[in-house]
């Protein structure tokens, strides 16, 4: 069964330094999506970054990147630079087919970062 | 902007008491989720409709049931309410949900408390 890990509940940075979040996944498909998501107090679901499994670079978008290494299967995700607008809950999660082709996504239990002024 | 809104924010309900909470998109997406998400847990995917086609995940209790009457909008309706079903509802919207690279849309969630 596909499952995504995410082996650090919580984190500290500091605030204008780089954090690294873990992600790993199992999967027995090909061609897979990662996505990582950003859900402040507020509870709503922020999209970060995608990274494709046949995706030959890693993904960038802003202060974030993506770090795929695909025969470890982890999708770690950097944040650059980290503000205090950055301290949320931070999902990791990946695409999912049923066997009806019904699409979805699945999610790691979340780490939550706190950056420190 | 186009958006995905859930109403209300805060849902409190009495133990038993059937509950609806809802959800509407702009965005003209063809499938609409409805996530559960506990506290300090995962998203977890309780149905979803691909246009009008229903689709229940396997481990998803009896007492949640769904509705969409229009491509806009979206309901869950629990009908009888436990004092572990009290949770963050999140309901999400993807275009096509036919390909791999897609990514959903969020709405703002619904915190549901059971007294």
């Known amino acids: 069964a596909q499952k995504i890990t995410q082996t650090q509940p919580g984190m500290f940075v500091q605030e204008k330094e780089a954090v690294t979040l873990d992600c790993t996944y199992d999967?027995?498909?090909?061609?897979?999506?990662l996505f990582w998501y950003k859900q402040p107090s507020s509870g709503e679901m922020i999209f970060l970054i995608y990274q494709g499994s046949y995706d030959e670079q890693n993904a960038t978008e802003g202060r974030y990147s993506l770090n795929f290494q695909k025969a470890r299967k982890s999708a770690n995700l950097v944040i650059s630079a980290s503000q205090l607008g950055d301290s949320a809950m931070y999902f990791c999660a990946m695409s999912q087919w049923g066997m009806d082709s019904s699409y979805k996504l699945i999610f790691g239990s979340g780490t939550r970062l706190l950056v420190r002024p | 902007d186009a958006m995905v809104i859930q109403n209300p924010r805060y849902q409190v309900t009495q133990f038993g008491k059937p509950v609806t909470l809802s959800c509407s998109q702009t965005?003209?997406?063809?499938?609409m989720y409805w996530y559960q998400q506990k506290s300090s847990q995962a998203p977890k995917l309780l149905f979803h409709y691909y246009d009008k086609d229903f689709n229940n995940e396997a481990d998803t209790p009896d007492n949640f049931q769904s509705r969409r009457p229009n491509t806009s909008f979206c309901f869950l309706d629990i009908r009888s309410p436990g004092l572990g079903d009290a949770a963050m509802y999140l309901c999400?919207?993807?275009?096509?949900?036919?390909?791999?690279?897609?990514?959903?849309?969020f709405g703002s969630g619904t915190q549901l408390s059971v007294l």
């Open positions: 999400a919207t993807s275009r096509e949900g036919g390909t791999r690279n897609e990514k959903l849309f």
């Open positions: 965005l003209n997406h063809n499938v």
């Open positions: 999967t027995s498909d090909q061609s897979y999506g």
